[in-house]
């Protein structure tokens, strides 16, 4: 059986991308940042994923407001990148596992979340990011994919609470997948931030910490906020936060954290990299 | 149609602000593409009628100022690939939303680091 062997949530800024390009890992911005994937690249070398879950929000490049997905799901053989607008590297297509991707989604359905499925999905830095951040140096990538999207541009947008539950049935899905497939989980954005209005630039370091620490001990406690009280507290676009909380759903029972780091800022952003094991192991034993 | 009470100096992007903002954020979006961005640089007047913007949205692409354009429907992910056109960044677009120059607003995210 497939087996979730742990999440990383980080961000996922633009200029990240950039940074990589340039090469100013090591410049006293972006160190702090970057340092924080040491930990995450000697736990990938240890335990070897085979397929990444990427729980992400899309800005603009595959979806636009005429058809906009609440909750998506890709099921294609390959993703490709492609241009943004704003001048960063365009990475080499991933490869996805078709046959997972309609296994989530058939439980998806019958678990009554009834989401988009795509056979084509654009991924954008949300997406590509995280993963040029885990496996550096534009090497082949190891792992397969599956692109889960959820809609943080036009409101409303899905609760919190609904995307804990997104992420909890997610989480059975992928462990009720007949194929022995080790898998990480990511949930990529946040954390907070503010782009747009007269508030822009806005930050709240005590929030972000906060969340940090729920999304360890408490997970409940970040399902429980409304949309309003998270843009309150974290910006417009720290809504982000819902693809975290989805993907500390899908490990569910208890984790461990590996490593936390949390740097301000990186672009406009409260910059955080989380990397959590999942103690409960075997799952698919422990579930009978 | 709302969000609950306003926050201040943060636009929700609702319904009625995409009802309002469609054309606007239709050409934005277009503006993935570089023979687009192309495009509208050679010819602006030709580019915005193409997707039928509104005046207050033609006069907002103008102005290039960004809180003119998210009252007139625009939503800053898309906007930001029209700031994109002109090479800047997220940074560039808060230091001219809050009236702060950008050291001023790279030392505003800094200090919140603190």
């Given amino acids: 059986m497939a087996r979730i062997i742990g999440g990383l949530t980080t961000s996922h800024v633009p200029s990240i991308g950039k940074a990589i390009a340039l090469k100013q890992q090591q410049d006293p911005y972006w160190k702090p940042f970057f340092d924080a994937f040491h930990p995450v690249h000697d736990w990938l070398a240890r335990e070897k994923p085979d397929v990444a879950v990427v729980i992400y929000n899309d800005h603009g490049l595959n979806n636009f407001l005429d058809k906009m997905p609440t909750f998506a799901v890709g099921a294609a053989h390959e993703y490709h990148n492609a241009d943004e ?129 729920k999304m360890l001990n408490d997970p409940e406690a970040l399902a429980r906020l409304t949309n309003h009280e998270i843009i309150e507290k974290a910006g417009s676009q720290g809504v982000e936060l819902m693809t975290w909380i989805a993907m500390r759903g899908a490990m569910q029972g208890q984790v461990s954290q590996l490593s936390a780091t949390y740097h301000v800022p990186i672009s406009n952003t409260g910059g955080a990299v989380m990397l959590l094991e999942n103690n409960s192991v075997p799952r698919a034993i422990a579930a009978e | 149609m709302g969000f609950g009470a306003p926050i201040p100096g943060t636009p929700v992007f609702t319904g009625d602000a995409a009802a309002r903002g469609y054309a606007l954020n239709k050409m934005c979006f277009s503006f993935n593409s570089k023979e687009n961005r192309d495009a509208f640089l050679a010819d602006e007047d030709a580019y915005c009628a193409k997707y039928g913007l509104s005046a207050e949205h033609r006069e907002a692409i103008k102005s290039r100022n960004v809180l003119q354009l998210i009252a007139a429907g625009g939503n800053v992910y898309y906007l930001a690939k029209f700031a994109g056109i002109f090479g800047l960044s997220v940074q560039d677009i808060g230091a001219q939303q809050t009236g702060m120059s950008l050291d001023a607003f790279k030392a505003h995210l800094a200090a919140q680091g603190a």
């Fill in chain 1, 85 to 213: 607008g704003w001048g960063i590297p365009v990475l080499k297509p991933f490869r996805g596992n078709t046959k997972l991707s309609w296994h989530i989604i058939e439980q998806l359905v019958e678990n009554e979340f009834d989401i988009t499925m795509c056979q084509e999905v654009a991924v954008d830095h949300a997406f590509t990011l995280p993963m040029a951040l885990m496996y550096p140096g534009g090497i082949d990538w190891p792992v397969a994919t599956v692109p889960v999207m959820i809609n943080s541009v036009q409101h409303p947008l899905p609760t919190a609470r609904r995307c804990y539950k997104l992420g909890q049935a997610i989480g059975k899905a992928i462990e009720s997948f007949p194929e022995d497939l080790k898998v990480v989980l990511l949930g990529t954005g946040g954390l907070s931030h503010q782009l747009d209005g007269t508030r822009a630039g806005f930050i709240n370091k005590p929030f972000d910490l906060w969340c940090m620490d």
